[in-house]
């Protein structure tokens, strides 16, 4: 039976009441939704669903879920708690998407949240499509090992390219907590948008790597690997920077597992060998390159090997 957790927040309930405690409650909604194209535009977007797809997210993200210090190494704690974070962030962006269906920045919440959490895949489907369709990008924020594995950067997907940008370069001065960055807060509304897709122009990429450049995508069990036919550049916010061939990254979203293996000595029966191993998401990799492969690949041109489960990356 699941234990019963010592701290649960439920953060969807806790977003629909502080962020739009007001005009949610006056605001006559029995009129027709809006209609139109989907848009990054926030001055036409209902007011509310703009908020839900902006200051919503950041307050769902930065939530404090941090409990009573016996519970911070659990690893139970830590799943309950991503649970809580993209539940509550999927909540927030289809109550989006109903209020003002033109909001492009629900759909491109969902397109990812739809993945990270394996929703049906018609549903995923569905929101990809309507994103990138209208110029949006489907983002993740992620680590890459192999150029600094102590700093984030934000994965943007959209029909042309894989683009990659330094977390700072569009979240602005940040902190960090023991070396790691912290998330900005509702303020650094540029950060949240791109975050929903809509990326700032002005923003300069890293690297900008063409779907042309990109011949095979492997899933491991924590990471991506996109093999390129030609090098990029990448610098990190600490000033880290590799020229690479092929990009190890960790899309943040899932979390794995730990299984304990025990085995007996064949000989004296009573010596016993345990054993914990780490197992990472690997169905979520897998999720994310064959859902992206639909839309940036639709021939087939880009390999795919057969990804196996085990205890390394």
């Known amino acids: 039976m699941r234990r019963v957790r010592l701290k649960f927040v439920w953060t969807s309930v806790f977003v629909l009441f502080a962020v739009l405690p007001t005009v949610s409650q006056t605001r006559d909604r029995r009129g027709s939704p809006p209609s139109g194209p989907p848009t990054c535009d926030a001055g036409v977007l209902d007011a509310d669903s703009y908020a839900l797809t902006t200051r919503a997210q950041a307050r769902i993200v930065t939530e404090d879920r941090s409990g009573p210090w016996w519970g911070r190494s659990s690893v139970d704690e830590a799943a309950a708690d991503l649970y809580d974070l993209n539940s509550s962030s999927t909540y927030a962006a289809e109550r989006a998407r109903t209020l003002d269906p033109r909001n492009l920045l629900a759909y491109s919440q969902l397109a990812r949240q739809y993945v990270v959490t394996g929703e049906d895949a018609s549903l995923a489907d569905a929101a990809w499509r309507t994103a990138l369709d209208h110029g949006g990008a489907v983002v993740w924020t992620a680590t890459l090992y192999d150029v600094d594995a102590r700093s ?65 995508i492997k899933a491991g069990n924590w990471v991506l690997y996109f093999k390129l036919s030609r090098p990029v550049t990448i610098t990190s916010d600490r000033h880290k920077r590799k020229t690479l061939n092929e990009i190890k990254v960790n899309l943040h979203g899932a979390i794995g597992t730990l299984e304990t293996h025990v085995s007996r000595d064949p000989i004296d029966p009573s010596k016993v060998s345990v054993r914990t191993m780490g197992i990472g998401p690997l169905a979520y990799q897998q999720r994310v390159r064959v859902t992206l492969v639909k839309f940036i690949d639709p021939a087939g041109r880009i390999r795919l090997p057969k990804a196996s489960r085990s205890g390394g990356w």
């Open 152 to 216: 984030y950067f934000l994965m943007a997907f959209d029909r042309q390219a894989l683009r990659v940008y330094r977390y700072g370069e569009l979240a602005g001065p940040f902190q960090t907590h023991l070396g790691i960055p912290r998330f900005v807060g509702e303020d650094q509304e540029r950060f949240w948008r791109a975050m929903g897709g809509c990326i700032d122009p002005a923003a300069r990429p890293e690297a900008v790597i063409p779907w042309s450049d990109v011949h095979e």
